[in-house]
């Protein structure tokens, strides 16, 4: 599998529900990031996780990394129809580029 | 505070001509970066400038791609003699800095700009 592969690769689910994405990488890592695309838009950023650290909450979104597994989820809780987006993990390597996977498609459903 | 600016959105250009994309980071970030994205996939890392420094250029084709960050004025992507495999959505992102802990380099949080979405016709 690619570094940062997200699953799953689509995902829809009814408003109000909680929607969990994965991601699973390969190499070691010094921070994941989590990123938001709108559709024909740009990236934004949602939240960072360092290597030393297990768990992260922004809002309505919880983040959790498994450097032992190398996986790492995104939950986002009570979703709204606003939240309908490409979800990407990127991992970050040394102290330069991001690696991000293909994303996971998330459409809320009113 | 300005986020990351990129011009043009859109861009179009025949086979054979150049493309020339601009990115000025967020204020205060002297660390560039550039992504490409074709449709339906994910970003791909390109290259890393600092000021007049090109620091990892791995993810640059070998040919027809260059890119700069002067000291004055925005980060250069130029594509020359561009093909219709060129077009995809160009991304820029900025970070303020590094910093480094026991044993890591860290890199600041990279903020995205909007893209250039450039079609060769």
């Known amino acids: 599998s690619q570094q940062g592969e997200e699953d799953p690769q689509a995902l829809s689910i009814q408003e109000g529900e909680n929607a969990t994405m994965n991601c699973s990488y390969k190499?070691?890592?010094?921070?994941l990031q989590w990123y938001r695309q709108n559709s024909g838009r740009g990236l934004v950023h949602l939240i960072l996780?360092?290597?030393?650290?297990r768990e992260k909450h922004s809002g309505r979104l919880r983040v959790t990394l498994d450097t032992s597994k190398k996986s790492s989820s995104l939950l986002i809780t009570a979703s709204r129809a606003a939240d309908t987006a490409s979800y990407f993990c990127?991992?970050?390597?040394?102290?330069?580029?991001?690696?991000f996977g293909q994303g996971t498609r998330l459409t809320i459903n009113p | 505070n300005a986020g990351v600016m990129q011009n043009p959105r859109h861009l179009v250009r025949r086979r054979g001509q150049e493309a020339r994309l601009r990115c000025s980071p967020m204020?205060?970030?002297?660390?560039v970066y550039w992504y490409r994205q074709l449709p339906e996939e994910g970003l791909k890392f390109m290259v890393y400038?600092?000021?007049?420094?090109?620091?990892?250029e791995s993810g640059m084709p070998k040919e027809r791609f260059s890119a700069e960050f002067p000291k004055e004025g925005p980060s250069i992507l130029r594509i020359q003699q561009v093909v219709r495999g060129d077009s995809a959505a160009y991304f820029c992102?900025?970070?303020?800095?590094?910093?480094?802990?026991?044993?890591?380099?860290?890199?600041?949080?990279?903020?995205f700009g909007p893209g250039t979405r450039l079609t060769v016709l």
């Open positions: 992102a900025s970070s303020a800095r590094q910093f480094a802990t026991t044993g890591h380099t860290h890199t600041d949080t990279q903020y």
């Open positions: 190499t070691s890592i010094n921070n």
């Open positions: 996780i360092r290597s030393n650290e």
């Open positions: 990127a991992t970050g390597q040394g102290a330069q580029k991001l690696v």
């Open positions: 204020k205060g970030h002297s660390h």
């Open positions: 400038l600092q000021k007049e420094n090109i620091i990892d």
